[in-house]
């Protein structure tokens, strides 16, 4: 084999890009000194080595044959008793002259001494031949035995010594060897001139180059015409990168032996050395014309050719070879190089499968083909073919260094096509950064593999940084392209909306059947929708879901989002269909399907169907804490406060740390009445955390209680939470309310008051207790004490907005009466300053107006206030008349008036409240009238209690967001050709099939049936069988309107909660009878139900 002047090239691992820097590996194994060789194999060393020195070439010739012809007599005279050397005659018998026998017939001495010395030849000649023959046989350490027993018997043995040397040689051990050479090149210099080849090969194992060339040379001095020890000085050369004096001995061996072609590969190893590479291929073209270096000419030629990028001529040149020689395990792995550099991944693939098959001894190439094979497999995306590949090496133990960096990138990349999202991510991770040199090609497929592993697990954020570093290496693939635009279109949608339509438009033009981005636009455009309250965006979303639906009518999630856009633009009905559609194709039941429907049917006025819903919500999620919020609402609005409270004790312990249930708890107990109990409640949200809604609720609590210094304290604590115009508004009114009653100078607290009541106005905000009807309200009332009548007629009449009566039409009916009720007071104040005012007539007006809005003793003092008016102007009839009808009334204060006592206090509405007695009363006498007492009604805010009602619920509209859509990105590591997958090199059409819904029929072999969820239901609603996910509690199309109708015609569901119905704990009637009842002071004016 010739050899390279540079450094020896070890088989490295093969990718791609590098392919054309990379050799064969030398094989590790080292000669068994078992393997078998046939026995007409005797062999002989000689100076052809490696380029490490390490083994040597055998050549079937006689070991000691072509001797040196000039053996003389000299050389003779040291020759072994194997040889008849007379040195090994003993000289202390030398005296023994007699040749003749003994008289007795016996031999003489001289016989028995030529017997003996025969004898001895025999037995050493005998024992040499054994080891000869072991040594052809391959039993180098049975051999060894064999010459150390001869060379015990003859220490001078030559050949024995030679052949004990060439045993170490061939297993290995050279420095063992050294000795016996260096006695023979001492003792014998002319014996044979492979003595100084094989004394350099040793001195080279044992890394000592100098002397090995130093011992050859003296060999050249010994043969001056010994070609092979110039040219394996020539190699030492090489190897110490000598090159002038290399070329020298290489061209004495051309010039002594033009025909033997080792001399042209070591020149042309040299002047590779001296990187004149075209040089060298002349001196390779030569070596070719050299019938015993022809074939390795041809190889190194290819090499050459190959690094320089000339691969036709390289593929010549190895085609030749093996054209010559088909079972060339280096052909053909060079030749795979060459292909690879070409890009002919089948047919590189074809020739590494044909080096690994001749290579089947030395196992020289094996370990680098196979992880090449591997390479090629990972090119080709076909991980789990690389993955095998990979195996046979490790099987084989010819696995190479290398090859555990692409075992863990194959491996990595399994984990995600095996949906371990977290798996695959983390060892993608390690390998992203480590930046081994082997995955430099594929670094770019790490970050975009690590990408599509973020995009699934949701980190959009993280996979989008990923996605924009693979781009900035190598460009993106269709699949990871798209991914990026997804996940960029994902986080911009939390700041710009507009932006992530267009880009969820643009994913979309990559995958045209892929229904993901339509998911993303509708829900998009569903979000917009809410933020600029236009229902032709939800329009539009539900258009896009509907053809999202059409291209893939299996997917249970569309029909569930179509629903919750159908929810939202307020057709409960199609709604309803949509959500059974989506649990009859779901795999399995999920409870947000059943919230959603029961929200539908709370819509729908079917409130027990909802609870069961809700029920069987938490039935499939204990811990969904929304299902026992709503149905603790439907429970109160059905009267059953049991099932409430329970539900909102549940909704606590499934969200203990969460203080917005704790104040959902407090508002339960609000409508309850349970203001100590719901104050406890909102100050236990606050410990968990303080929140803006907890101290406002709290604060409502205190203004109930009539006390409004807590009122002020616990809106300041919100103020410091965030200063908002809301709560600054009603710590001013508050404020002025309480500071407005000063007895020791009244008029001066009135006008502070009414300062900052101004001041509140001017603000044009609304606060959370205190609105803009009841700041004009308390204005009125000051400048009515101030005697200001006419500011206070405006002031009053202010309060009657038209915005607020417009909003009427919309209200409940309990809102309703309670607004009509404010409004007859109002009109009640304006009648008290005209009276003030003399202004009787329109007085009269007033009061007579406000009349059909009264009931009770308030009726009856009116009616007296009337008479009193009747009487003044002298109209004694009409005055009687009414006087009468307000007896009936409030016989107490009209019998008052008429027996004439003294200070009558005429005080309908609140003008007897708490607050409102803190104030004085006006005195008025209408002509001739007895004189009485009146005072304009008002009392403290009206608090507006928390609703049970459902409105359209934000949680569910939640479900349908951009990052509620489960994120199922498109595998980059498939290969699409023309709208299909390619796994084979037959191109597979794929009709109507999404990436996505591939991916998903890997998951599972075979189809799975849909479970029906069916169980007893809960003894709440009787215990009866039911089958939840096929059985609907609504009918379909037309017949819905008429149903529903009768339905409730049969419930007998009532809109005023506020009145006792027949399903109501007697603890709730009372007190809601009591609430309603003309002796609780405060609750017409501040509870609202």
């Known amino acids: 084999m010739s050899l390279r002047a540079q450094a020896p090239i070890a088989a490295a691992p093969i990718v791609i890009q590098n392919?054309?820097?990379?050799?064969?590996?030398?094989?590790?194994?080292?000669?068994?000194?078992?393997?078998?060789?046939?026995?007409?194999?005797?062999r002989r060393l000689n100076s052809r080595v490696n380029k490490s020195f390490t083994v040597h070439h055998e050549t079937p010739t006689a070991l000691c044959s072509n001797r040196n012809q000039s053996f003389t007599i000299e050389k003779s005279r040291n020759i072994s008793l194997g040889c008849s050397t007379p040195k090994n005659k003993n000289p202390s018998k030398g005296n023994i002259r007699s040749t003749s026998k003994l008289v007795s017939g016996h031999p003489c001495p001289r016989d028995l001494e030529e017997r003996e010395i025969l004898y001895r030849k025999e037995i050493i000649n005998s024992l040499f031949e054994r080891g000869k023959s072991e040594m052809k046989l391959g039993e180098y350490?049975?051999?060894?035995?064999?010459?150390?027993?001869?060379?015990?018997?003859?220490?001078?043995?030559?050949?024995?010594?030679?052949?004990?040397?060439?045993?170490?040689?061939?297993?290995?051990?050279?420095?063992?060897?050294?000795?016996?050479?260096l006695t023979l090149t001492k003792d014998y210099p002319y014996y044979d001139r492979q003595v100084y080849s094989a004394l350099a090969m040793c001195f080279v194992a044992v890394g000592d180059l100098i002397t090995a060339v130093r011992q050859i040379s003296r060999g050249l001095i010994k043969f001056p015409k010994f070609v092979e020890g110039y040219i394996t000085r020539g190699k030492l050369y090489n190897e110490q990168k000598k090159w002038d004096k290399a070329i020298l001995d290489f061209h004495k061996a051309i010039e002594l032996n033009g025909n033997d072609g080792n001399g042209y590969l070591g020149l042309a190893d040299a002047l590779l050395g001296?990187?004149?590479?075209?040089?060298?291929?002349?001196?390779?073209?030569?070596?070719?014309?050299?019938?015993?270096?022809?074939?390795?000419?041809?190889?190194q030629r290819a090499k050459i050719h190959y690094e320089l990028h000339e691969n036709d001529k390289a593929l010549k040149d190895l085609d030749l070879l093996l054209a010559n020689k088909n079972d060339c395990t280096e052909a053909f792995y060079y030749k795979a190089l060459v292909l690879l550099s070409q890009e002919n991944l089948s047919d590189a693939a074809l020739c590494l499968e044909q080096a690994i098959k001749y290579d089947v001894y030395e196992q020289k190439f094996t370990g680098a083909a196979i992880y090449n094979l591997g390479a090629i497999k990972i090119k080709q995306k076909d991980y789990y073919g690389a993955m095998h590949t990979f195996q046979r090496s490790i099987s084989n133990n010819v696995d190479i260094k290398e090859q555990s960096v692409l075992i863990a990138y194959t491996d990595a990349i399994l984990n995600l096509m095996k949906r371990k999202f977290k798996e695959g991510v983390s060892m993608l991770s390690k390998i992203i950064k480590k930046r081994h040199p082997v995955l430099q090609e594929f670094l770019g497929n790490c970050f975009a593999y690590r990408g599509y592993g973020l995009a699934s697990l949701g980190s959009h954020e993280k996979a989008l940084k990923d996605f924009m570093a693979s781009s900035r290496i190598q460009p993106l693939d269709n699949a990871s392209e798209y991914n990026m635009l997804i996940s960029q279109a994902i986080v911009v949608s939390e700041t710009d909306l507009e932006t992530a339509l267009s880009l969820f438009k643009s994913a979309a033009e990559h995958f045209p059947k892929n229904t993901e981005p339509l998911a993303y636009q509708a829900a998009t455009l569903l979000k917009l929708s809410r933020l600029h309250n236009k229902t032709a965006l939800a329009d539009q979303a539900g258009v896009l879901l509907t053809k999202a639906i059409e291209s893939r009518e299996t997917e249970s999630e569309l029909y569930f989002y179509r629903g919750i856009v159908l929810y939202f633009l307020g057709k409960p009905i199609d709604a309803v269909t949509d959500m059974e559609s989506a649990m009859e194709k779901s795999e399995e039941n999920m409870p947000m399907h059943f919230l959603a429907r029961g929200l539908c049917y709370v819509t729908l006025k079917l409130i027990k169907e909802a609870i069961e819903d809700f029920s069987i919500a938490i039935q499939l999620?204990?811990?969904?804490?929304?299902?026992?919020?709503?149905?603790?609402?439907?429970?109160?609005?059905?009267?059953?406060?049991?099932?409430?409270?329970?539900?909102?004790?549940?909704?606590?312990?499934?969200?203990p740390k969460d203080p917005i249930v704790h104040v959902h708890a407090g508002n339960l107990l609000m409508l309850t009445n349970s203001i100590e109990d719901a104050t406890k409640a909102f100050s236990n949200a606050n410990s968990i955390k303080p929140t803006i809604t907890a101290y406002v609720q709290s604060a409502k609590c205190s203004i109930i209680n009539r006390d409004i210094d807590k009122s002020i304290e616990e809106l300041t604590k919100a103020c410091e939470i965030d200063m908002k115009n809301e709560i600054t508004l009603d710590i001013s009114v508050l404020q002025a309310i309480k500071d407005a009653h000063k007895k020791e100078d009244l008029k001066g607290s009135l006008t502070k008051s009414i300062n900052l009541l101004s001041q509140a106005l001017k603000s044009n905000s609304e606060g959370e207790i205190c609105?803009?009807?009841?700041?004009?309200?308390?204005?009125?009332?000051?400048?009515?004490?101030?005697?200001?009548?006419e500011k206070a007629q405006s002031e009053f009449k202010n309060s009657l907005s038209k915005k607020e009566i417009a909003e009427m039409a919309n209200a409940s009916p309990i809102e309703q009466a309670m607004v009509e009720k404010e409004n007859a007071e109002l009109i009640y104040n304006v009648a008290l300053c005209y009276i003030l005012e003399e202004y009787y007539e329109a007085a009269f007006m007033h009061l007579h107006e406000i009349l059909p809005y009264t009931e009770g003793s308030d009726r009856g003092k009116l009616l007296l206030l009337i008479g009193i008016l009747h009487l003044g102007l002298e109209q004694t009839d009409e005055a009687r008349e009414f006087m009468v009808e307000g007896f009936k009334f409030d016989s107490e204060t009209v019998s008052a008036y008429l027996e004439e006592k003294k200070d009558v206090k005429i005080l309908p509405f609140n003008s007897g409240s708490t607050y409102a007695s803190r104030f004085p009363m006006a005195r008025i006498k209408v002509k001739n009238t007895n004189p009485v007492l009146i005072r304009p009604t008002f009392n403290l805010p009206r608090i507006r209690l928390p609703v049970m009602d459902f409105q359209t619920e934000d949680f569910i509209l939640d479900q349908f967001g951009v990052k509620s859509i489960k994120s199922k990105p498109e595998a980059p590591w498939l290969n699409r050709v023309n709208?299909?997958?390619?796994?084979?090199?037959?191109?597979?059409?794929?009709?109507?099939?999404?990436?996505?819904?591939s991916e998903e029929e890997e998951d599972s072999k075979s189809d799975k049936e849909s479970k029906k969820f069916s169980e007893e239901s809960s003894s709440l609603f009787g215990g009866?069988?039911?089958?939840?996910?096929?059985?609907?509690?609504?009918?379909?199309?037309?017949?819905?309107?008429?149903?529903?109708?009768?339905?409730?015609?049969?419930?007998?569901?009532?809109?005023?909660?506020?009145t006792p119905t027949e399903g109501s704990s007697s603890d709730v009637k009372n007190r809601l009878q009591f609430m309603l009842s003309p002796n609780y002071e405060m609750s017409e004016d501040i509870l609202e139900f």
């Open 19 to 42: 392919i054309n820097k990379t050799r064969y590996k030398s094989s590790s194994k080292e000669p068994s000194s078992t393997r078998p060789r046939s026995i007409d194999s005797q």
């Open 141 to 181: 350490t049975t051999a060894l035995g064999f010459f150390k027993k001869v060379l015990k018997e003859d220490p001078n043995h030559v050949e024995a010594i030679f052949d004990k040397a060439s045993c170490y040689i061939y297993l290995g051990e050279h420095k063992k060897a050294i000795p016996d050479l």
């Open 274 to 299: 001296m990187e004149d590479s075209r040089s060298a291929l002349k001196m390779l073209g030569s070596a070719i014309q050299c019938p015993n270096t022809s074939m390795q000419a041809l190889l």
């Open 621 to 655: 999620d204990e811990k969904l804490a929304e299902a026992y919020f709503y149905r603790g609402r439907c429970a109160y609005l059905l009267d059953d406060t049991q099932l409430a409270f329970l539900d909102f004790q549940k909704l606590i312990v499934a969200k």
């Open 771 to 789: 609105k803009p009807k009841q700041v004009h309200w308390y204005k009125g009332i000051f400048n009515f004490f101030l005697g200001d009548f």
């Open 979 to 997: 709208g299909g997958i390619q796994f084979t090199e037959n191109i597979q059409e794929i009709v109507s099939q999404t990436v996505s819904e």
């Open 1024 to 1058: 009866e069988n039911r089958t939840f996910k096929s059985d609907s509690a609504l009918p379909k199309h037309d017949e819905n309107d008429d149903i529903i109708s009768e339905y409730l015609k049969r419930q007998n569901i009532k809109q005023e909660i506020g």
